[in-house]
């Protein structure tokens, strides 16, 4: 089993509608967790990170985080073919002293116009 | 302000040559990562260097890789006798701090080893 694990889709939603995208994570003792998009050709770009229980927004992202469940979401609201790309989970765990992220293999995101 | 740079953008080499990446972090980030992307293994960790501290390099696939960093800021990766599977996306980050810190990535230097 992976350490962190995506779907990799493609996820396709109609423009305007809600997409949601979900990653889950080994049992470690993990502490960050960060949302990354990368288009196509490009480097990561840092979107969201959540390091509390709950719900995190900003703009059209929310980032949910359950550690109990070892599960981090985001939802994009309004999604644009803008926002086709892939998303990228990426967790530090406190035990390698929180030095590195660990990425999933991404969900590749369509947003049909 | 200014992102992440890295340079070459692109390098193609022969294999058996030496490669030097170099990446120039946000100024005021001390803490500097290197990763690696390919289609094969998606987004792995090479090395970790924060402030004076010795280096993190646990990542680092064989001990062909090596990197450095000088005067806290611009940071060299060298991979000396390229191999094909080598070939990848070299992808440099910093952060204000490190550990649990945000990471901004620069473009990356595609490296092809022909």
């Known amino acids: 089993q992976k350490e962190v694990e995506q779907n990799s889709g493609p996820l396709s939603v109609p423009e305007g509608a809600i997409a949601s995208l979900n990653c889950t994570y080994s049992?470690?003792?993990?502490?960050?967790f960060f949302w990354y998009r990368q288009y196509s050709g490009k480097s990561p770009e840092l979107i969201m990170s959540i390091y509390s229980n709950g719900d995190k927004e900003d703009g059209r992202f929310t980032a949910q985080l359950n550690k109990a469940s070892q599960y981090v979401s985001l939802l994009i609201r309004d999604s644009q073919p803008s926002d086709s790309a892939t998303y990228l989970c990426a967790v530090t765990w406190s035990d390698t002293g929180r030095r590195a992220l660990t990425f999933g293999s991404g969900t590749r995101l369509q947003v049909q116009p | 302000g200014a992102g992440v740079s890295q340079s070459p953008s692109n390098k193609v080499t022969e294999k058996g040559k030496d490669v030097e990446l170099r990446c120039d972090p946000i100024?005021?980030?001390?803490?500097l990562y290197w990763y690696r992307q390919s289609l094969g293994q998606g987004l792995e960790f090479l090395i970790y260097?924060?402030?004076?501290?010795?280096?993190?390099k646990s990542g680092l696939p064989s001990d062909r890789f090596s990197a450095e960093r000088t005067g806290g800021s611009v940071s060299t990766l060298t991979i000396q006798r390229t191999q094909q599977e080598d070939s990848a996306v070299y992808l440099c980050?910093?952060?204000?701090?490190?550990?649990?810190?945000?990471?901004?990535f620069g473009p990356g230097t595609r490296l092809t080893v022909t």
């Open positions: 100024s005021g980030h001390t803490a």
């Open positions: 260097f924060q402030g004076n501290s010795a280096p993190d």
């Open positions: 049992d470690r003792v993990s502490q960050s």
């Open positions: 980050a910093s952060s204000l701090t490190g550990g649990a810190a945000e990471q901004y």
